[in-house]
DNA sequence: AATCGAAATGTTATCGATGTCATTTTCCGC
DNA sequence: GCGGAAAATGACATCGATAACATTTCGATT
């Protein structure tokens, strides 16, 4: 019944490369090296086999590809995709990764296959050129596994001391840093740093907020468990109403901290920037339109997806790869 | 120099199903067979075969098996990852409903293909068996587009009048209906809807919330722009400094709002839910851990991806399917 | 013990694209 | 118009798994 070999093709089986050379009169590599810019080929011929393939309504067979060329064209992608403590689960952070990433790889010919740390032993993970991690907070014993299987891996995440894999990440201590100097340029004396330090990036924020402030300024750490508004609300509420409490600038781990901790002061009447400077962390949409537009720290997260699969790419073709940090900017708004 | 032959293997070059059957002395269909779990093969041999194949750390050509059965085994899906007007960006759905589509598809032996609507036409997503597009509002146009690839298509929305496609989506009249309810339950009087009813699901909480009142209370509609706190907080604080401003419940669009709202009115003195009850929607992770628990309408996004999954399943495998809404449930907590 | 049939295993061809090497065509300069 | 090199094209084998068909093994029955 189907008829392969016919041109009066109304094919319900799909189009080969075969099959469109004989409709244009050619063996089947010429269409192979026409569809592939090969500069083996004419650019007349090539320009006939493609118009007849789109004519034609051909579709390229990935699977065929993929044998021959004894690879799967394909990365691993393992998202954590539950709530993990410490993080909201509201964070949009793997989503905007992940699309840095597709862009990247999907133009450089792969396909992104999404998986979970459950779903690793399934095939077409297994059978994936490559693997990239979006962890959030420690790896460990995670990356120890995947990096048993022998794939090129890429680790999204803080860099830890003696790792042998590659890390993308956010450059968390210079976020600090750049808060720091932003809080120096203003003359601020007495700081107060929101959030939570067991939260290993946000140690690092600290961490560089303080060594850069230098003992310019004091710094009185509050460390509320989330990373919402309302603990921001409350962890400030709760500092103004202390006897002597007296601060003239806030780093808060997060926007909505900042968020809340501006509104806490709006209460008893303490003016933003004037008497209080607040800058808060990641530059979530809706930083830019909270009143007052708040100050934040930038992270490149699209820009981070990016360079995770560029550094995976580089993996593959085998070539020199190395860790590397993404900077930060402070986005100078009107807190 | 690779010595595939010998029992000897270090192996450079990937074992195949005819490597494994030379060393347990069977053919290669043998192991073929065994893999799958045939019942054309004794327990015994199964046996035999899994443990060497495992031994051997063999693992399984899914570009080969791909090319034989003539599928790809893969589902690409289509997210929009880039902030959308209404939705704040910092909404999680997207890869909540992600996480449920993976576990399943990957569950039944498929693979997840990220894509985006820039990149439909890339080879991966062109071989898919078939493609499922979170899309983020209106579809029409770019579902269309899709349909006419003849792939099987599922869609995650609000179901529209005329349309040959399948829909997923979460029934947010009902989610309306449910929230009145709860307020005839406790009969209140006069209500106040919070959210930009442009948006069509906001719209259809909005009709059924106002169809299940059936006139048993005025419904005030307020609409601010954005899903935020701040909006809610603004919206509602506007609104009791109105003269004659007097409600008992509101019902918003978003946890957001609903908080942001609560703020508004222990700013002045409203005791929640005494004076004013509060509904919001999405029941966002934090919304129990607010201060008071915040009463929600709870949409089951990660059971949404899962049903996405299991439609796409079965219209692969030509089996009759139809669109299917998920139910919401209340959330009763202290508002 | 011979026979039959089911169960277990094997043989061969195939999916579609591509690398290798062979062959043909084209285009020079003399 | 001819030799020869470069350019263009083609034939064949191949990647690894599986379906269809062929063959062998085994057990039960008479």
């Not at 650019?43 to 390229?60: D, P, V, W």
């Not at 956010?170 to 203003?186: L, P, T, V």
């Not at 709006?266 to 830019?288: C, F, H, M, Q, W």
């Not at 360079?307 to 402070?330: C, D, W, Y």
């Amino acid at each position: 019944m189907p008829s392969n070999k016919s041109v009066a093709r109304k094919a319900e089986t799909a189009l080969t490369m075969e099959d469109l050379a004989k409709l244009a009169g050619v063996s089947k590599i010429t269409v192979s090296r026409a569809l592939r810019d090969s500069p083996l080929v004419t650019a007349e011929t090539r320009e006939k086999i493609r118009i007849l393939a789109s004519e034609q309504g051909y579709r390229f067979n990935v699977s065929a590809r993929n044998l021959r060329m004894g690879r799967s064209y394909s990365v691993a992608v393992v998202v954590e995709m539950t709530p993990v403590r410490g993080r909201p689960m509201s964070d949009p952070y793997p989503l905007e990764l992940l699309g840095g990433i597709t862009q990247e790889l999907t133009t450089a010919g792969y396909s992104v296959v999404l998986t979970s740390k459950q779903l690793m032993n399934t095939a077409p993970v297994q059978g994936a050129d490559g693997l990239i991690l979006l962890g959030q907070g420690s790896h460990g014993e995670a990356v120890r596994t995947l990096q048993q299987t022998g794939m090129p891996l890429v680790v999204w995440g803080a860099p830890e001391a003696d790792t042998d894999y590659i890390v993308v990440g956010s450059d968390n201590r210079k976020g600090g840093i750049s808060a720091a100097e932003r809080f120096i340029s203003q003359g601020r004396q007495k700081l107060v740093f929101l959030g939570d330090v067991d939260h290993a990036e946000v140690q690092e924020r600290c961490a560089g907020f303080i060594d850069a402030m230098g003992g310019r300024a004091t710094v009185h750490i509050i460390r509320p468990k989330a990373f919402t508004f309302e603990a921001g609300f409350d962890s400030i509420s709760a500092l103004l109403k202390k006897k002597g409490a007296n601060f003239d600038g806030v780093f808060a781990a997060s926007d909505l901290l900042a968020m809340g901790a501006i509104r806490a002061l709006a209460e008893k009447n303490l003016r933003v920037p004037e008497n209080v400077s607040v800058i808060g962390y990641d530059d979530t949409p809706g930083a830019a339109s909270f009143v007052p537009p708040l100050t934040s720290v930038h992270q490149y997260l699209r820009d981070g997806g990016v360079l995770l699969a560029k550094k995976m790419l580089g993996l593959i073709e085998g070539q020199p790869v190395a860790s590397e940090m993404l900077p930060t900017t402070l986005m100078v708004r009107q807190t």
